[in-house]
């Protein structure tokens, strides 16, 4: 009985806290129900009415979200917070050298808080606007089995002549891209400029070079400063936006909240697009925007030896460098069509056909090279230098561009002025191309440097009637395009390659190969040996996979003179890019060049040996970029994206998928810290083996930063690098 009695009142007690759960459920379920009913309506209509569309879309009366396919929030429109501002502004550009000072005198900048939604299966229409003024009319389309979302502006007051707009972000995101960024890779936290100009002497404005530059000839450039400026970006949340316009651009990345993207026009349209890896987001990116095609057989062959001074100089200068087992590929010859002196240094004469009285023979010579296995390069750009015939005969033909007067346009390109050819006239593209045709590949040029392209002004009058400000940063993938169609149209894609300084939007398409630019022959973080790791990059996250740099630097100024430390450890990180090929700067005399001593040379002899013993691995990474898109060199993360320690890594790379390269980008060191990620890694030249974390090693010269995966499938490749770089006596320390 007692055992009964007990039972009755547990069971009792159990009740009376049902009950009181329940009404307790039961008045937070109402609560509840009142505080989240319209956001339950919202993830209704988010989870159940879009689950077959492509994107996902949520609306309520304060406004609207968009989201990408794989749920990230991309757009967030309300009345307290809009997506969009509207404006109007006159911008005020200056030209100096292919340096350029922008700024505008800003008149309205309005929040478009009033909006209009209609809506179909595939579209959303929203007509913004502030109290029935400023209207702009977006279309926001993702079409069936896709993960793609263009935007697209129907209709616009016409005064409206800016926009600024805000992508949702949060505080954790990194942002990539935007062209060629030297200074930053992750970009969050600043804001770029995008507008194709000189890189500048100096590119940090708190140096004395920089000051030094901009104080004697307004030549000092900035951390946004760039040859190759894009309007696209990658996000860590794994989604690209590309803008589809050449206007002036500031893409803002400061905010935690949102990326506010600021437009100097209406642009055509907006791209974004989404992915589950970056792999896959890079292989949709290049299929927007080009991939170059893979490089000709002979480049890997060695190094392309960069000389000058006639035929006699070059040929001594080769002989001498095959003597020390340096594995030579081509000899670039920049001056080939002639040379002029400026306060500068040696600059050339642009005047695009062979200069017989500089390099006599050079018709029969470079014949006799090719049967040696090696090819010659030259040098081109898209200006004509006024005094010579080019020039003449382009100004008859009524070629060249003009200024506002209807004067042919000559541009200074400090102490001599040339002409700009207008390839939107179709007769003066036409013409240019028949040039390279006939003064570069039928004269049996493999290949060239096609530099510039960032100096059209913006005072200009051209054939198609477009202004200036918007033809600047198209410029550099027009003359791209002439390039291209000339190999093309030879037949010769396959043999010839061509590398340039400027792109835009397009470039990918039209450009074999990018270098990095006028590098300073110094240790600068900003315009530096290291600068050129974000360069290459960035730019491979904006879909140009094929990058490299001149070795050792180009530019002496200031009492900078490259050094023979310098020359060795560019060397050593240019073995482990696609392309080595060295410059001997615009002051020859003051820098140290690969020839200056036996120890350079037999140094340089080592690195180009190992640059062609990685051949076979080199060829499947550059096709990997042809056939994908997906850059030669690689950010970490690509391949290590839940490592988030590689989000934030910007001088070291991976060379396709087996290769870590951690490159020594400071002088007198003689040890190294790097990050691995998680793998396991075998250092190429002691052949220990390295876990995930943080690492210090010596750091000899000779001997790069470079590991290799345990698992690559060219393992064996790469075990045998050491041994046969011994075995042909190359290195004898290691």
Known sequence: MEQDSLNYHIRQTQNKWILMVTILMLLFQ??????????????????????????????????????????????????????????????????????????????????LKDFELEEKSDTLTATFSRNNLLKVKVQFYSPENSSQITIKFLEYDPEINRLWLRIQADAQEHIYGCGEQFSYFDLRGKNFPLWTSEQGVGRNKSTYTTFLADLLDQAGGDYYSTFFPQPTYTSSKKYYLHIDDSSYMDFNFKNKEFHELLIWSIPKQIIINSASTFIELLEKLTILLGRQPKLPEWIYNGVWLGLQGGTSIIEAKLNKALEKGIKVSALWCQDWEGIRYTSFGKRLMWNWQWDPELYPGLDQKINILKEQGIRFMGYINPYLAAEKNLCKEASEKGYLAKNMKGEDYLVDFGEFDAGIVDFTNPDAYKWYKELIKKNLIEFGLSGWMADFG???????????????????????????????????????????????????????????????????????????????????????????GIHHSDIGGYTTLFEMKRTKELFMRWAEMAAFTPIMRTHEGNRPTDNWQFDSDDETLEHFAK????????????????????????????????????????????????????????????????????????????????????????????????????????????????????????????IKYI
């Open 454 to 544: 960032e100096y059209l002004p913006l005072d200009i009058k051209l054939q198609n009637g477009e202004s200036g400000d918007m033809m600047h940063n198209k410029w550099p993938e027009l003359w791209a395009r002439i390039n291209y169609e000339a190999v093309l149209e030879t037949g010769k894609l396959n043999d010839v390659v061509y590398f340039m300084r400027a792109g835009y939007t397009g470039s990918q398409n039209y450009s074999t190969a990018m270098w990095a630019g006028d590098q300073n022959v110094d240790w600068s973080l900003d315009d530096g040996l290291a600068s050129v790791i974000p360069a290459a990059l960035s730019l491979g996250m904006c879909g140009h």
């Open 30 to 111: 109402s609560s509840y129900s009142s505080i989240v009913k319209n956001m339950t309506m919202d993830w209704k209509f988010f989870k159940e009415e879009n689950q077959q569309q492509n994107w996902k879309t949520i609306q309520n009366k304060d406004g609207f979200k968009i989201f990408t396919k794989n749920g990230v929030l991309l757009i967030s429109h309300t009345s307290n917070q809009p997506w969009i501002f509207a404006g109007n502004g006159k911008a005020n550009y200056t030209m100096y050298r292919g340096n350029f000072k922008i700024n505008e005198n800003l008149n309205e900048k309005m929040a």
């Open 607 to 730: 690195m180009t040996n190992i640059y062609v013993e990685l051949a076979p691995y080199l060829k499947s990474v550059i096709q990997e970029n042809a056939d994908k898109g997906i850059p030669a060199q690689r950010p970490l993360f690509l391949h290590y994206e839940n490592d988030e320690r590689t989000y934030s890594i910007k001088y070291q790379y991976l060379l396709g998928r087996d290769i870590l390269v951690a490159p020594v980008y400071q002088e007198n060191v003689q040890q190294w810290n790097f990050y691995l990620p998680d793998d396991q890694w075998i250092h190429f030249w002691t052949e220990e083996i390295f876990q995930q974390g943080d690492h210090q090693i010596d750091a000899p010269i000779g001997q790069p930063i470079a590991f290799y995966r345990k698992d690559s499938q060219y393992k064996s490749l790469f075990q045998n690098i050491k041994k046969k770089l011994i075995d042909n006596e190359i």
